[in-house]
C-alpha cells in the first residue's frame, strides 16, 4: 500500500512539470566585458521550450561593475525583480549558488594611445597652415579605464579655429553600452609670418610698405591682435614710437581721423527739398559714421553732428 502512495505521488510530481518549467543553474563566478550582466551568462537555462530558453538567455540580469571591478548579483532578488515578471505564467527552479560574484575585465590605457586621433581633429578643426603648428598632450599619461576590447572615440571641444596655447578638448571613448568623458589638455604651438617695424618708427608716422617686413614668429604666447599682411597697416598712424623689429599689435596703430579737434569743416542741413550749409569748427576727432561735436563759426553754438566724410559733416 505504501509503495503504490509513492509511485502515485512521483506521477503526480512528473506530471505537473510543463513545457514553460524552466531550471536556472548559477555559477560562482564569471567575468564579463560590457556594462551589462545577461542571464546566460551566469546561469546554464534548461528546459523543453528552446523558444523560451532563447528568449531568457538575453534577459538583463543586471549592471556590471566598472572595467577593473566586481560586483556580487543576488539570484534570488534577480529572479524576483528582472526575470519573474516578465514571464509571468514560467515556473523557475534555481540551482546552484545564491550569489553570482561578476568581475569586468579591463584594460588600462593612457590619452597618448589616441594621439594620432587629436592630431587628425586638429587637422581639420585649425586653421593654421600646415607646417605653422604643432601640439602636445598635457596630461598624456592619464590613464582610462575601458573594458578589454575595441573601442571608438570622438574628440570635439575646441572654442577656436586659431586655437594656440594650452587648450582643453572633450573626448569620448565608446565601447558597447559604456561612455567614458575625459578633458584632454593640449598645448598648441604656432609659428607663423606676423608683420614686423623694418627700421625705427617715430610715433604719429603714417604707415607705408616700406616701413614693414614679414617675418616668422613663434607666437604661442602673443595676445590677440597682431596682422599677417601688410596692407592692412599701410594708411594706418602709429600711437607709439617703434623700435626695428618690433611685431606691430592693434594697441600701437590707430586709423587717421576723417575729422580731427580743430579742423574747418562745412556743416550741412538736410530736410526733404531744404539743404543749407555753414561753416563751423570740430571739436572732437572722429572717423565717417561717428558722431561728434562741432561749433558753428557765426553763432558760437554747438551742434551734434555726424560725419559724412573728410571736411563734412551733417546734423543729427
Known amino acids: 500500500m505504501?509503495?503504490?502512495?509513492?509511485?502515485?505521488?512521483?506521477?503526480?510530481?512528473?506530471?505537473?512539470?510543463?513545457?514553460?518549467d524552466i531550471t536556472l543553474n548559477f555559477t560562482d563566478a564569471i567575468s564579463v566585458n560590457d556594462s551589462l550582466i545577461t542571464l546566460?551568462?551566469?546561469?546554464?537555462?534548461?528546459?523543453?521550450?528552446?523558444?523560451?530558453?532563447?528568449?531568457?538567455?538575453?534577459?538583463?540580469?543586471?549592471?556590471?561593475?566598472?572595467?577593473?571591478?566586481?560586483r556580487l548579483l543576488g539570484v534570488d532578488d534577480m529572479i524576483m525583480y528582472?526575470?519573474?515578471p516578465r514571464f509571468p505564467g514560467v515556473r523557475f527552479v534555481t540551482e546552484g549558488t545564491k550569489r553570482v560574484r561578476v568581475s569586468t575585465l579591463c584594460n588600462i590605457r593612457t590619452i597618448n594611445?589616441?594621439?594620432?586621433?587629436?592630431?587628425?581633429?586638429?587637422?581639420?578643426?585649425?586653421?593654421?597652415?600646415?607646417?605653422?603648428?604643432?601640439?602636445?598632450i598635457a596630461n598624456g599619461n592619464q590613464l582610462w579605464r575601458g573594458y578589454d576590447a575595441p573601442f571608438t572615440v570622438t574628440i570635439d571641444g575646441l572654442?577656436?579655429?586659431?586655437?594656440?596655447?594650452?587648450?582643453s578638448l572633450s573626448c569620448q571613448f565608446v565601447q558597447g553600452t559604456k561612455k567614458t568623458s575625459i578633458n584632454v589638455v593640449c598645448r598648441i604651438k604656432v609659428a607663423t609670418e606676423i608683420c614686423a617695424a623694418i627700421r625705427d618708427i617715430e610715433r604719429g608716422t603714417v604707415l607705408c610698405e616700406e616701413d614693414l617686413e614679414i617675418i616668422t614668429r613663434d607666437i604661442t604666447s602673443y595676445a590677440p591682435g597682431f596682422y599677417t599682411n601688410k596692407g592692412e597697416l599701410v594708411g594706418l598712424k602709429t600711437?607709439?614710437?617703434?623700435?626695428a623689429g618690433t611685431i606691430i599689435q592693434n594697441r600701437m596703430i590707430c586709423r587717421i581721423h576723417d575729422v580731427?579737434?580743430?579742423?574747418?569743416?562745412?556743416?550741412?542741413?538736410?530736410?526733404g527739398r531744404i539743404r543749407c550749409s555753414v561753416q563751423g569748427t570740430a571739436r572732437e576727432s572722429g572717423h565717417t559714421g561717428d558722431?561728434?561735436?562741432?561749433?558753428?563759426?557765426?553763432?558760437?553754438?554747438?551742434?551734434?553732428?555726424?560725419?559724412?566724410?573728410?571736411?563734412?559733416?551733417?546734423?543729427?
Do not use: M
Not at 572654442?159 to 587648450?167: E, Q, V
Not at 561749433?295 to 553754438?301: I, M, P, Y
Open 113 to 136: 594611445e589616441i594621439r594620432p586621433e587629436i592630431e587628425k581633429y586638429l587637422d581639420t578643426a585649425l586653421l593654421w597652415r600646415d607646417g605653422e603648428w604643432s601640439f602636445e
Open 239 to 243: 600711437v607709439i614710437t617703434l623700435n
Open 260 to 271: 580731427t579737434n580743430g579742423d574747418n569743416v562745412e556743416i550741412v542741413f538736410n530736410k
Open 2 to 20: 505504501i509503495t503504490k502512495k509513492i509511485v502515485i505521488a512521483a506521477l503526480f510530481v512528473t506530471g505537473a512539470l510543463g513545457a514553460d
Open 40 to 70: 546566460s551568462e551566469i546561469a546554464q537555462i534548461c528546459g523543453d521550450n528552446k523558444k523560451l530558453v532563447n528568449e531568457l538567455s538575453g534577459v538583463i540580469a543586471g549592471n556590471a561593475a566598472p572595467p577593473g571591478f566586481s
Open 159 to 167: 572654442l577656436s579655429r586659431y586655437a594656440k596655447g594650452n587648450t
Open 291 to 316: 558722431k561728434i561735436w562741432v561749433q558753428n563759426n557765426e553763432t558760437r553754438q554747438l551742434l551734434r553732428v555726424k560725419i559724412l566724410k573728410k571736411g563734412t559733416v551733417e546734423i543729427v
Open 82 to 84: 528582472r526575470v519573474k
